[in-house]
């Protein structure tokens, strides 16, 4: 599947052109094809063993000596002697080895490690999110099938579900109660998920509605469990120029509810109505999570 350019490794694994080409010249690394005006092109066996190779070679490994394992030996040392505290990029390296190859054991050998060592918001923080990041480049390369894509979003899923649940239950009386939610139609659910969590772990109450919610609903929810928040995240829905009037809408069912806005769609130009802010980085939603623990009310002249 897919062929990639010199330019394309450089940028997916983070080695240097220059590097890749004195690996496959002296050692061997790579076998590329050569197209009819004699352009070297790679395949994702050719990536995959880079990654690997490159995420050994981070950690200290000769490559003279990388050179010469098998790719059932290069996957084993990936997941053996990965203890350095902040090997992010050797993390990523590893989990976009192991999606290319469907490698569904490793891929979470990989994520528990990471959790053990990182712990839970560091991994998602500084090795998911770069992770996916890295998939959406391959993605728009057209390197990425949607097979490997639902696998690993579905393995991220499933560790948020369960480090969720893994948290003590809140009491929504004596805390600040946020309803989360997608829009109708909307599937992309990590943020939201990783959002869920983040609220949990610092002692908010959560009403998590997940996705594809008709926004009517809200009003009667809204006017049952009196939250003080409302999250949504807006990635592929609605239209780019209906978002303004998605948000306004969203203002009338919940008055005097503040609502946050975060992800692609959110950051586009359109006014916002009051009470309403749109949260740029994921940072800025835990920073507000922390501050918000610490108060007994949201501060609604946030914008």
């Known amino acids: 599947m897919g062929h990639f350019s010199i330019s394309d490794l450089e940028q997916l694994s983070g080695v ?20 009819a ?40 040392a990936v997941l053996t002697g990965n203890d350095a505290a902040h090997n992010y990029c050797q993390r990523v390296n590893g989990l976009l080895a192991a999606m290319l190859a469907m490698d569904e054991c490793q891929l979470v050998s990989l994520i528990n490690q990471a959790i053990q060592q990182l712990g839970f918001e560091d991994t998602i923080l500084r090795v998911a999110y770069p992770f996916l990041q890295r998939i959406g480049v391959m993605w728009q390369a057209g390197t990425v099938n949607p097979a490997q894509e639902h696998l690993i979003t579905n393995l991220l899923r499933q560790k948020m579900l369960a480090a969720t649940d893994g948290l003590p239950p809140v009491a929504p009386s004596s805390a600040q109660r946020w309803v989360l939610f997608l829009p109708e139609r909307e599937m992309h659910e990590l943020a939201l998920l990783f959002m869920n969590y983040v609220l949990r772990a610092r002692g908010h109450h959560v009403l998590y509605l997940g996705q594809n919610l008709p926004s009517a609903e809200l009003e009667a929810v809204c006017a049952s469990y009196q939250p003080h928040a409302l999250l949504t995240v807006l990635t592929a829905v609605p239209e780019r120029d209906e978002v303004g009037r998605f948000v306004e809408q969203l203002r009338q069912y919940c008055p005097g509810t503040h609502l946050y806005l975060y992800g692609p769609l959110a950051q586009l130009d359109f006014p916002l109505p009051s009470e309403t802010t749109r949260l740029t980085l994921i940072t800025d939603f835990i920073a507000l999570a922390d501050g918000a623990a610490a108060e007994p009310e949201l501060n609604s002249s946030i914008q």
């Open 16 to 35: 240097k052109a220059h590097t890749i080409r004195v690996w496959e010249q002296r050692y061997g690394i790579l076998r590329p094809a050569r197209t």
């Open 37 to 76: 005006t004699n352009i070297r092109t790679y395949c994702e066996d050719d990536l995959r063993r880079l990654l690997n190779v490159a995420s050994l070679c981070d950690r200290g490994y000769r490559i003279s000596k990388v050179a010469g394992l098998s790719e059932q030996e290069l996957s084993a």
